[in-house]
């Protein structure tokens, strides 16, 4: 039973030694699928509405430039962020777009609970998680680019 493996194992070695180059490279080489969408994960974890219309700003010449289909965008917030997100936030019909245009939105649980806000008090269509922080290292660790205007 030895042998036969040896023999197996000297064939293929065999057959790889004597294909054309071009072939062998070829074989090594997975098969190309359609093109992989780009990623980002934007950080807002500041109550000024300032930088929620860069950020937001920066998500749309995102999707302008590379399309919109062709990038998946999620937005994080927490801390003292989260307040613009809430019902009365003075970014509330930008965020409404921009969730529109297929972006994630999403709000941070520890910061909810921390400062005692319920879904009840943050816009209608946006996401959740249980931790802004995490999520971000998450996001980065599946290949998403990180930024934070």
């Given at each position: 039973m030895k042998s036969m493996k040896y023999i197996v194992g000297a064939v293929a070695w065999l057959l790889v030694a004597l294909m054309p180059p071009a072939l062998a490279a070829d074989q090594a080489q997975p098969a190309k699928t359609a093109a992989a969408k780009h990623k980002v994960i934007f950080q807002v974890s500041d109550n000024d509405a300032r930088k929620w219309n860069l950020a937001l700003n920066n998500v749309r010449n995102i999707q302008q430039d590379l399309g919109r289909d062709n990038v998946e965008i999620e937005l994080v917030a927490y801390g003292p962020g989260l307040g613009m997100l809430k019902l009365e936030s003075d970014v509330a019909s930008r965020v409404a777009d921009?969730?529109?245009?297929?972006?994630?939105?999403?709000?941070?649980?520890?910061?909810?609970?921390?400062?005692?806000?319920?879904?009840?008090?943050?816009?209608?269509?946006?996401?959740?998680?249980?931790?802004?922080?995490?999520?971000?290292?998450?996001?980065?660790?599946?290949?998403?680019?990180?930024?934070?205007?």
């Open positions: 921009a969730l529109a245009q297929g972006v994630a939105i999403m709000a941070c649980e520890n910061t909810m609970s921390n400062t005692k806000i319920n879904k009840d008090d943050m816009l209608p269509n946006i996401g959740y998680v249980k931790a802004g922080v995490v999520e971000l290292m998450i996001k980065q660790q599946q290949g998403y680019s990180y930024i934070r205007p």
